[in-house]
């Protein structure tokens, strides 16, 4: 059975396995395709697409960028572009101030109420440049003061929760039009996690190229709202699981997975954006 799984995490960001594990994974698993969807980087990418060139595992570039609407988080997930894109790079380098700004203000968040944390704390939960607040979570447990990364996320890190700082803002056009300066296709992740239905309008109203159908744990009237959608607006059906090891252990890697005639219509977009790959 053909399975690309198209959403998943590693060691570049907030997963706990590196790209070449999650690659071994995949190929262990019988996956027929992958991409490597890190938080605002494509730092694992390169690791990542030798080990699966070494297994036949066909493979394209991929990244999840964190972006804002009318206060809204919006992932978007890029595909296919050309990694050495300098405008792609230079995005990744923004988001990585952005967290270093973000982390500083949660850490005060944190120590006004009485959870001090070091930096090195924080910095040494974190194998990447791309810190985040899976790794402030990592840094609490360790400290003693919650006991899980959802207890964490539920009493103090989560949207809106006391020591939440969103963070400088980029909005999703500025997103997409990096995304598609490299060559790549824009694709809404988790629509269903988008609870402001205006927003979501708002969101099919600009050039998005696909929509993420099948989400590990997306119920089944979900699924079939955001493929009726998807086919309406004529936008590329993805999936995936959003695997990130450890961190989030209820997950496994091929949990949801994108069709093969999504999956080759991205295949052969990436081989035309980096021509290294034939
Ligand atoms: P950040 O990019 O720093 O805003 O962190 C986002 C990441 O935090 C997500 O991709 C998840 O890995 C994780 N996350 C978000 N909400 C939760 C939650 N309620 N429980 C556990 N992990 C979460
Ligand atoms: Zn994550
Ligand atoms: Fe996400
Ligand atoms: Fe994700």
Known sequence: MFKADLHCHSTASDGSETPTA????AKALGLTGLALTDHDTTAGFSEAYTRAKELELPFISGVEFSSVMNEEPVHILGYSFDPDHPHLLNLSEEHIKRRIERNEEMVELLRKQQMPIEPEDLYRASTSRIV???????AMIKRGYVSTIKEAFVKYLGEGKSCYAPGRRFTVQETIDVIHQAGGVAVIAHPHLIKRGRIMRRLLEL?????ECYYANMSFSQNGIWLRKAKEEELLITGGSDFHGAIKPQIELGAAWTPKESFDELLSLFHENYRSAL
Do not use: K, M, Q, T
């Open 132 to 138: 985040g607040r899976p790794h402030i979570a990592l």
């Open 207 to 211: 050039d998005f190229d696909g929509i």
């Open 22 to 25: 999650v690659v071994e994974r």
